[in-house]
């Protein structure tokens, strides 16, 4: 799967063992990080500024090319330890429906925020298997001392009263993906 795709049960074998129930749960990925971890789930701040949004996520969020969104990127981490990057893109739109909220996150998890939402709704979970050429590679690899080979990703769009943020999850590697 080099290019996104929408996750359906019959694709599941094609997923890596260790991460398969990680890359298709719906529930809040920082919650079932929570539950695995050895030490306190961690989130480290990395960015969060107004940017012209790239053409792929432009595209998934159904929003005109180089219109300026707010990006938000994150390290969630067991203790010190990376164990995924997270990227944000929030619409002007949406985030002018709550700006407060988006703007006093810092480094709690947005997942908390977004499940907390009574008119929360999901768009399908689409996955990829990122190389080194690929942007969120690169964004994803720049924390790491190592880089591996592939990386999983999984991206969807939540919904806030009908305002759209994508929320994009590259898991970097860890033994904490085969101990499912």
Same mark, same amino acid.
């Given at each position: 799967?080099?290019?996104?795709?929408?996750?359906?049960?019959?694709?599941? @074998?094609?997923?890596?063992?260790?991460?398969?129930?990680?890359?298709?749960?719906?529930?809040?990925?920082?919650?079932? !990080?929570?539950?695995?971890?050895?030490?306190?789930?961690?989130?480290?701040?990395?960015?969060?500024?107004?940017?012209?949004?790239?053409? #792929?996520?432009?595209?998934?969020?159904?929003?005109?090319?180089?219109?300026?969104?707010?990006?938000?990127?994150?390290? !969630?981490?067991?203790?010190?330890?990376?164990?995924?990057?997270?990227?944000?893109?929030?619409?002007?739109?949406?985030?002018?429906?709550?700006?407060?909220?988006?703007?006093?996150?810092?480094?709690? @998890? =947005?997942?908390?925020?977004?499940?907390?939402?009574?008119?929360?709704?999901?768009?399908?979970?689409?996955?990829?298997?990122?190389?080194?050429?690929?942007?969120?590679?690169?964004?994803?690899? #720049?924390?790491?001392?190592?880089?591996?080979?592939? =990386?999983?990703?999984?991206?969807?769009?939540?919904?806030?009263?009908?305002?759209?943020?994508?929320?994009? #999850?590259?898991?970097?590697?860890?033994?904490?993906?085969?101990?499912?």
């Amino acid at each position: 799967m080099k290019h996104w795709t929408n996750w359906l049960p019959a694709r599941k @074998p094609s997923l890596p063992y260790d991460l398969r129930e990680w890359l298709t749960d719906s529930g809040s990925l920082t919650k079932r !990080l929570q539950s695995v971890s050895e030490q306190a789930v961690n989130v480290e701040l990395l960015h969060y500024d107004w940017h012209a949004a790239l053409p #792929e996520e432009s595209l998934f969020l159904q929003q005109p090319f180089r219109r300026i969104q707010l990006e938000r990127e994150v390290l !969630l981490c067991d203790g010190d330890r990376p164990e995924i990057y997270a990227r944000t893109i929030i619409p002007q739109s949406t985030y002018q429906v709550l700006p407060s909220r988006f703007d006093n996150l810092g480094t709690k @998890p =947005l997942g908390q925020m977004l499940f907390g939402e009574p008119t929360l709704s999901r768009s399908d979970i689409q996955v990829a298997c990122l190389t080194s050429q690929h942007w969120l590679y690169q964004l994803a690899t #720049e924390w790491l001392d190592i880089r591996p080979d592939i =990386l999983w990703a999984r991206r969807s769009c939540f919904y806030l009263n009908g305002n759209p943020v994508l929320v994009c #999850e590259i898991f970097l590697p860890s033994e904490k993906w085969s101990h499912v």
